[in-house]
């Protein structure tokens, strides 16, 4: 192990802690806006004791993931400096933009939604948790911009005397053909998390309370399940549009999520496929004809170039060397991320069915609680190792190796102290998390009803006995 390893194993245990923030924070302020939605328009009590209820996990979430986000950014001088002088003229454009814009745009209206309960009029306190969801899509969307740029670079020249790529069209990289697939696709992905923990949530309150908020935890739960469902749909859709653009500008990592390693015409789709440790050839596998074709160039009949051809050509084109991905990880991630994800719609489907006409979920159902959620969390943490691990030997695709990135000074001894370091304070932030999670879930909705037979309500006299306001 080198210090390129270990610079990578910090960057990608930093990026996927912070991930699991980010779908729930995209997701959760929307379900937060679309119950105070519902209350202002229907006035009823249920839906604004969900909106307090919810925006207050969302509020916990989202405060963890702005202190993770932020060690993302100082990686980038510290363990990737070559990267960043490389990158830094037209990485930095969105990024900016992120920071000076919807960053500001969420923090500001987060603010006033907050300390605006019963001081602003109920249009303008609307008004403002909606410019919390635009500020986060907008954050989402230059980010994904920044990534996509690193998938598919363009809008851009390279300074051969400087060594780096400058930017010469920010529009060509907000509007990147990358980017335009990968932000619905990830926020469709964002949506079913988020549906899952809504669901997941009432599903333990309406097995651990019967009869306490029935009504609400109903309402929350069967949105939720169809949240899941209806944003499972839309990660299909956009997923094939994304399996398109990705055999069009990164034909390794298609090949490689298949395990493909000669062309193929027509190409089957591998349901499973056993290798050689080494990832260098195929040794058994189960496939479907002619599905690969359709999802990688939307005909049955159109060829998919294989790991050992692309290799064959890259070397002519980059020079000697490498450019295969971790074709096990690339692969296994790949179909983990669709299978987990599919588990989740599954689950959702259940309890739709559990609760229809206006049947009580049964107690049975108490063993989904934990995965429901997890799932498609998990899947989204899948997808997106796919996508960087399927990107190898590349940071800049075709531009730049990611052994050219790493900040040259950097010295194993430095970068051990700081991944252990890392690594044992995000251990504590979660703890910190979870339990801030846990003890709002446990109190209920505010103003809740004494539950039966004395059961602890998780609310003590005085925090039943206080108005509906939102204090933190």
Sequence with gaps: MDTLDLARWQFAITTVYHFFFVPVTLSLVAVTAGLQTAWYRTGKEKYLRLTKFYGKLFLINIAMGVVTGLVQEFQFGMNWSDYSRFVGDVFGAPLALEG???????????????????????KVHLACIWMVVLGTQLSAYFILAANSWM???????????????????IWAVLTNKVVLV???????????????????????????????????FRTALRLGAVMVIVAGAGVALS?????????????????????????????????????TLDGSRELYSVKVPYLLSFLSTGTFDGEVQGINNLQQAYEKLYGPGSYKPNV????????????????????ALLLLWATRKGRAPHRLLAWLVVPLPLLPLFANVFGWVFTETGRQPWLVFGLLPTAAGVSPGTTMTELLI????????????????????????????????PPPDGEPSGESPDDAAKPLSFAY
Excluded: C
């Design 151 to 169: 998938q598919n670079p363009v809008g851009f020249r390279y300074n051969a005397e400087r060594g780096r790529a400058e930017l010469t069209d």
């Design 182 to 216: 990968t932000y619905p696709h990830t926020i469709f992905a964002a949506f079913m998390v988020g549906g899952a923990f809504v669901a997941a949530v009432a599903l333990w309150h309406l097995l651990r309370r019967p009869g306490v908020d029935t009504g609400a």
């Design 239 to 275: 997923g094939d549009q994304q399996g398109k653009v990705m055999t069009e500008v990164q034909p390794m990592k298609m090949a490689a999520a298949e395990a493909l390693y000669e062309s193929e015409k027509p190409a089957s789709f591998s349901i499973f496929t056993v290798g």
């Design 328 to 347: 096990p990880l690339t692969y296994w991630t790949f179909r983990l991320m669709i299978g987990v994800g599919m588990s989740a719609a599954a689950i």
């Design 418 to 449: 700081s991944l252990i370091g890392f690594t044992v304070l995000y251990g504590v932030l979660a703890v910190v998390e979870v339990k801030l999670m846990l003890k709002s879930i446990r109190a209920g909705l505010a103003g809740a009803a």
């Design 100 to 122: 000076l814009l919807a960053f500001f745009l969420e923090s500001t209206f987060i603010g006033l939604w907050i300390f605006g309960w019963d001081r602003l009029p109920k």
